[in-house]
Antibody, heavy 119, light 108 residues
Framework: EVQLVQSGAEVKKPGESLKISCKGS????????IGWVRQMPGKGLEWMGI????????RYSPSFQGQVTISADKSISTAYLQWSSLKASDTAMYYC????????????WGQGTLVTVSS | DIQMTQSPSSLSASVGDRVTITCQAS??????LNWYQQKPGKAPKLLIY???NLETGVPSRFSGSGSGTDFTFTISSLQPEDIATYYC??????????FGPGTKVDIK
């Protein structure tokens, strides 16, 4: 069974760094893209970027380019989303998702990681 | 970049009503359009892929149609468990994706 399990909720202060994770299981982790989606409180879904763990090919939405870094460690089937300096506006739920069943749709999702940034 | 719009942004309907949501792309995306349902506090769930294909296990009251720039998502008979926000998502230029702004559906 395909599963994506994300790391737990985080509470951080502005300016701090953070790396959240998404561990894949039940499939060939290196053969499928994994994307990240942001959902700010009470708002819609925003596609942030995506990585192909097999060769670390990474693409970003223009809105998030330079704001976050997406990476993957294929040895432990885990993708990451990281910030070097958090802002209050980074407060959101973050989901990872994979287009396992096809190229263009996300059919498997993680449970979400809530990131709260507050002084 | 391809922009997606959805209408309406919210709607209220009665149980048993037919509900229709539209999604428009800023340029031709063929049939590269998917629909998701998101219930409060839950991750999104894929309902329709490639504009009109029903994901396995999804009730047949959900359907999608369209191609090019204009797409429609329909719930043929609204059920109480369908209360959610629905999003369209395009993938014309893989691996780049864009979500629409969402349509919130509730019961009148």
């Amino acid at each position: 069974e395909v599963q994506l399990v994300q790391s737990g909720a985080e509470v951080k202060k502005p300016g701090e760094s953070l790396k959240i994770s998404c561990k894949g299981s039940g499939y060939s982790f290196t053969s499928y893209w994994i994307g990240w989606v942001r959902q700010m409180p009470g708002k819609g879904l925003e596609w942030m970027g995506i990585i192909y763990p097999g060769d670390s090919d990474t693409r970003y939405s223009p809105s998030f380019q330079g704001q976050v870094t997406i990476s993957a460690d294929k040895s432990i089937s885990t993708a990451y989303l990281q910030w070097s300096s958090l802002k209050a506006s980074d407060t959101a739920m973050y989901y990872c998702a994979t287009p396992y069943g096809g190229y263009g749709y996300f059919d498997y999702w993680g449970q979400g990681t809530l990131v709260t940034v507050s002084s | 970049d391809i922009q997606m719009t959805q209408s309406p942004s919210s709607l209220s309907a009665s149980v048993g009503d037919r509900v229709t949501i539209t999604c428009q792309a800023s340029q031709d995306i063929s049939n590269y359009l998917n629909w998701y349902q998101q219930k409060p506090g839950k991750a999104p769930k894929l309902l329709i892929y490639d504009a009109s294909n029903l994901e396995t296990g999804v009730p047949s009251r959900f359907s999608g149609s369209g191609s090019g720039t204009d797409f429609t998502f329909t719930i043929s008979s609204l059920q109480p468990e369908d209360i959610a926000t629905y999003y369209c998502q395009q993938y014309d230029n893989l691996p780049i994706f864009t979500f629409g702004p969402g349509t919130k559906v509730d019961i009148k």
